[in-house]
């Protein structure tokens, strides 16, 4: 486990599936937070020296295309070092990180649960899709992809508040950024769910779900 300073409460940045690139407004979320974490499919090492978080610590797991091939001759080095899942002690409970690659995508949630029960909130990528799933505990999280690659609508990323009282998750959805290769702007992105600077916010109380 990582432990962190003696901290009544934490903000942590939560992101996934860069595959090489990632959002400057994603990164400025991070810049705001105390440390990130990073669900995988990296795409190297970069990536995850561009994340500065208020404490320095960027926290990391592999993906399924977190492979030697796949990456930069001079960056494989990295690949050793990432863990498959990781366990984080935040105030009021623990969270865990992992791809979710390893896990048929029917049911993944339940399995996940069923996994690491003991966690206050589960984080994994993989499927590019932005969920905060509050229905049961472990709450399980996914910020989405928080590069240019399948980002369903924009770039994402979730920012987790934690204190030994109450957990609180904050959603961010930015726009697709103005295009280089032709590609345009679309009405469904213009009145997307989570315009530029607006968040979604769910809160619960320690051993509770968020919603039932």
Not at 158 to 168: H, I, Q, S
Request: aromatic fraction near 4%.
């Amino acid at each position: 486990m990582n432990t962190l300073p003696s901290l009544k409460r934490v903000r942590v940045a939560l992101l996934s599936d860069t595959h090489g690139a990632l959002d400057p407004r994603v990164r400025e979320i991070v810049d705001d937070c105390d440390l990130a974490l990073h669900g995988g499919d990296i795409g190297h090492a970069s990536i995850l020296a561009q994340l500065q978080p208020r404490l320095g610590r960027v926290l990391a797991v592999f993906g399924n295309n977190d492979v030697a091939r796949k990456w930069p001759e001079e960056d494989r080095q990295l690949l050793v070092h990432l863990p498959e899942w990781l366990e984080q002690p935040l105030p009021g409970g623990s969270l865990v990180l992992i791809h979710g690659h390893q896990l048929p995508a029917r049911n993944r949630h339940a399995l996940l649960r069923a996994r690491f029960p003991e966690a206050r909130a589960i984080v994994y990528g993989h499927s590019h899709q932005l969920e905060t799933d509050l229905d049961a505990r472990p709450w399980v999280l996914n910020p989405g992809a928080a590069g240019r690659s399948r980002t369903h609508g924009g770039p994402s990323c979730l920012v987790l508040t934690a204190d030994a009282g109450e957990w609180r998750v904050e959603s961010y959805r930015f726009p697709l950024s103005v295009p280089r290769r032709g590609v345009r702007y679309t009405a469904r992105h213009e009145h997307s769910k989570h315009p530029i600077g607006q968040t979604t916010q769910v809160t619960a109380a320690p051993g509770r779900a968020g919603h039932r």
